[in-house]
Every structure is written in C-alpha cells, then in structure tokens.
T-cell receptor, first 112, second 114 residues
C-alpha cells in the first residue's frame, strides 16, 4: 500500500519556466510534508517543508502548496535552472509513526 | 550547519566479512536514522534511535545490527550479508523524533556485497 504517490516519474521543462511537481497521499494522519532533492550517488538534500496547519510555504524559488481536502501537495520551482535537474522526493510524516514515508520520486530535467 | 557525515563512502565486502558503517552529526540532534535505498527506489526506513535508544526496527534482518554509542554517533554493523543487500545506506538525523522535525541526510555509503 503506497501511502505517498508521485505519479509522474519524469518531467522536462525549459530553463526559466516553472516546474510543478505533484504528490498525493492517502494517510490522513500525515501532518508534516517535506520535499527532498537527490543527485545520483548522493544523499537526499532537504528543500522545503510544510505543516498541515498551513496551505503554502515559500523559500526563494521554491514554494510548496498543500491541499488537505484533496490530500495533495505540489512543489513549484520558479524560475527553473539547469542545476535543478535531479530526482525530487516527496515525503510525509505522521505523529504516530514518527518517520518519513517517501514517494517514488520524479526526475526533473531542466533544458538550457 | 546541517551536516551528517558518513564513512566509508564506498564499501565492498564478501558474504563472510564483518564490517561497519559509521555516521556522525554535531548538530545536537537527538534522533538518528538508518535508511536503505536501492536503485530507482525511494529510501526505506531501517532503524530509528531516539535519545540513544532504539525506537523503531522495521523488521530488519539480524545481519544488520545498529549501535548508538552516544548522541553524535550511529553505527551499522554488517555481518554475513547477501548480494541483494547491496544498496546505498543513508544515515539521517533530526532534532527530535516527533513529527514536525526536519530530517537531514548524509551523503550515504555505497555497499556492494560480493
């Protein structure tokens, strides 16, 4: 049972445009959501997070939106840069399990 | 500073060997984690330590043995591994084990079992 889903395995955008990465979850106990960026042969790098009491969090070029009723979150990257090319993982945490549940990842490629 | 340091970066071991992976953080975090990641898959939780005590064991085989000597160090002892255990092993830490605390990952240790 996959509780965190990233239905798009890959995404390609032009440099300077917006990248939108999506994530859906099924567990209503999740109350904290994080996005990680991962390059090959490296560990995941924390990007941005959002608590379930908020619907938006912004940090520079990165904005995360949370729609609790739809159990959906998205990461917006504006403007996209070639250095953003990596695999992006959505992860969720609940008060009970106290550990991250990851989605399967979306490979973003930003074309110069 | 959000640095989690893992050594070694690469390890090749035979199925009869005993080796250890090491992890260190100096951020004062009280929760530390081991995750395993296979190619093209998301990281999977193995163990959680909270205040130096084992909090979660995700039914990991006993050939993997974690150890938390102090609040800054986390080891993963490996013995009699199988080739299918070859993977990227990720250490992570967070201020507390509870939800709402960001988890920071190290660079990982690539393990190859031959």
């Amino acid at each position: 049972d996959q509780q965190v889903k990233q239905n798009s395995p890959s995404l390609s955008v032009q440099e300077g445009r917006i990248s939108i990465l999506n994530c859906d979850y099924t567990n209503s106990m999740f109350d904290y959501f994080l996005w990680y960026k991962k390059y090959p042969a490296e560990g995941p790098t924390f990007l941005i997070s959002i608590s379930s009491i908020k619907d938006k969090n912004e940090d520079g070029r990165f904005t995360v939106f949370l729609n609790k009723s739809a159990k959906h979150l998205s990461l917006h990257i504006v403007p996209s840069q070639p250095g953003d090319s990596a695999v992006y993982f959505c992860a969720s945490m609940d008060t009970g399990r106290r550990a991250l549940t990851f989605g399967s990842g979306t490979r973003l490629q930003v074309q110069p | 500073d959000t640095e989690v340091t893992q050594t070694p970066k690469h390890l090749v071991m035979g199925m009869t060997n005993k080796k250890s992976l090491k992890c260190e953080q100096h951020m004062g975090h009280r929760a530390m984690y081991w995750y395993k990641q296979k190619a093209k898959k998301p990281p999977e939780l193995m163990f959680v330590y909270s205040y130096e005590k084992l909090s979660i064991n995700e039914s990991v085989p006993s050939r993997f043995s974690p150890e938390c000597p102090n609040s800054s160090l986390l080891n993963l002892h490996l013995h009699a591994l199988q080739p299918e255990d070859s993977a990227l092993y990720l250490c992570a830490s967070s201020p507390q084990e509870s939800s709402g605390n960001t988890i920071y990952f190290g660079e990982g240790s690539w393990l190859t079992v031959v």
